[in-house]
């Protein structure tokens, strides 16, 4: 008994330090598509600057990462997309809700993005899970 209770404070002290020296968990991407306001636009145009490090320091204050911006050089739906890493979801929508709010933006949306071998995992894992749903066009 005396043994089992001098092995546990070892044991757990040396999961705990396995667990902290885990790296912090990865990196998401997110796609931004944006259109600005005529207002916006109109700025831009009369005092030309770099959007990009505007950006680029937007995610960093967020402790993301902006990847790549590009913009439309025609009209249409959006003005640009940018392509950005962020730990979560929420980090995200903050930087989302902090760029809406200035006004400048007409429109704007942020897509989570997967990779590859995350949409692999994706497909077997819905591959082995067995719920026992039916699809509509089975039922009577």
């Keep these: 008994m ?3 209770l001098l092995i546990t404070p ?3 002290a040396g999961l705990a330090g ?3 020296a885990q790296p912090p968990s990865a990196m998401h991407y997110y796609l931004a598509m944006f259109k600005y306001a005529d207002s916006a636009v109109k700025a831009m145009t009369e005092n030309p600057q770099d959007r ?3 950006t680029r320091k937007l995610a960093e204050g967020f402790g993301g990462k902006l990847d790549s911006i590009f913009w439309y050089a025609t009209s249409g739906d959006w003005d640009g997309i940018a392509i950005f890493e962020f730990p979560d979801d929420a980090t995200a929508d903050a930087v989302l ?3 809406r709010a200035t006004g400048n933006l007409a429109k704007d949306v942020m897509i989570p993005l997967i990779t590859s071998e995350q ?3 994706i497909m077997e894992k819905a591959h ?5 749903y039916t699809v509509p066009t089975m039922t009577r």
């Design 2 to 4: 005396l043994r089992a």
């Design 10 to 12: 070892v044991l757990v």
């Design 18 to 20: 396995h667990a902290m």
């Design 52 to 54: 990009a490090a505007a």
């Design 97 to 99: 809700l902090t760029s």
């Design 119 to 121: 949409f692999k995992m």
């Design 128 to 132: 082995q899970t067995k719920t026992g």
